[in-house]
């Protein structure tokens, strides 16, 4: 394969960083990250690439907001292909505050179509941008029976899911009106190493690791379809690699499982009780099921690799060998936070 030169917006996040590792060691492409490095976007995810003599040349990051146009539109000049993960991604922090989740997932993606269009416009013979939005199965919706498919209307029930369909939206309006070379992959619950403990996985392990409640959501019925971050991370490259230009692709994980049957997982990994998990006040609008027809992409040739149990195992393993890590992140205005959102809610709690 030819060598790409390839803008990665959110690279310094969970699933980019993944992404850029894994990309850097599968290809001689060039990759430029751009990450704004807030509270979830950390240096320390792709510094063993940028440390690496074997890929340190072929890496470089720029801290900047993808909302800032004279700044994207400079980056996007020089590539070949942008795939954004930049995102505020955590439900529970856009029912506090969605304008965050706005700004990023809306007027920077409008940013960023901007300056493929205009780069388009200008590169004559070296050929179009390839755009790849990189979005999530929340915008389904609740799936109250079967799977959600490409065509299904979308219907999200969150300011973080809006945003993200919001985004959507506008990369289908670009390909249908300005002729971009446009794709979006809507993935399933990802975890696995890096992820911030904000998120379900991430915070209980850290949470039992220190023998602290386990704050489960209701009944914990909710269900969801998991995928490693390794096989959510090689799904977004197959699909850069050879999707369709305007397509949409389902990264499902065949991984379905209810928050109970991942907390108890969690804890048997861990060799903890379950007299840690305790059952608080759900959130709102808590969607009960998602799950997506990942067909498209499996007739395409690509198939998840790594099974719930094991990746399970893997996540444990990480979190447990990089105690300074996830406590660096459990710093600054995490205790604030962790009140605001759990702090009431294990007050009224009851045993699960």
């Known amino acids: 394969m030819v060598a790409r030169r390839l803008l990665v917006t959110g690279g310094a996040g969970f699933i980019g960083s993944t992404f850029v590792r894994r990309r850097l060691a599968a290809t001689t492409d060039h990759i430029t990250v751009i990450d704004k490095l807030t509270y979830a976007g950390s ?37 070949d292909a942008v795939v954004n993960f930049a995102a505020e991604s955590h439900v529970d922090r856009s029912i506090l505050d969605a ?53 299904d209307t979308v219907r999200p029930r969150s300011p973080y899911s809006a945003a993200k369909a919001a985004g959507e939206l506008l990369v289908q309006a670009y390909h249908l009106t300005h002729g971009l070379d446009t794709l979006i992959t809507r993935g399933a619950n990802t975890y696995g190493p890096y992820q911030h403990p904000e998120k379900l ?8 690791l220190q023998d602290l409640p ?26 850069l690699d050879q999707g369709a230009g305007g397509g949409t692709y389902n990264v499902a994980g065949h991984e379905e499982r209810t928050n109970r049957e991942v907390t108890a997982t969690v804890l048997a990994a ?58 660096a992140h459990r710093g600054g205005d995490w205790a604030a936070y962790y009140e605001q959102q759990y702090g009431w809610r294990l007050q009224q709690s009851t045993e699960a």
């Open 270 to 327: 861990l060799g903890k009780d379950w007299s840690l998990v305790r059952s608080v006040p759900d959130r709102p609008a808590h969607d009960v099921r998602y799950a997506m027809d990942p067909a498209r992409l499996t007739e395409m040739g690509w198939l998840p690799r790594v099974t719930f149990d094991d990746g399970i195992a893997r996540t444990v393993a990480w979190y447990q060998a990089h105690t300074p890590w996830w406590q």
């Open 201 to 208: 996985i991430p915070l209980f392990i850290t949470n039992a």
């Open 214 to 239: 386990l704050p489960m959501y209701g009944d914990g019925s909710q269900r969801r379809d998991w995928m490693f971050v390794d096989d959510h991370a090689d799904g977004i490259a197959f699909v």
């Open 99 to 151: 304008t965050a989740f706005l700004r990023t997932g809306v007027l920077g993606v409008h940013a960023l179509l901007e300056a493929v269009r205009l780069a388009d416009e200008t590169r004559g013979d070296r050929g179009r941008v390839r755009y790849l939005q990189v979005s999530t199965d929340e915008v389904y919706g609740p799936v109250m029976s079967g799977l959600s498919v490409e065509t």
């Open 43 to 79: 240096l320390g995810t792709i510094k063993p690439v940028m440390d690496d003599p074997a890929t340190a040349d072929r890496v470089r990051f720029v801290q900047g907001d993808v909302a800032d146009a004279d700044l994207v539109r400079e980056l996007v000049a020089d590539c």
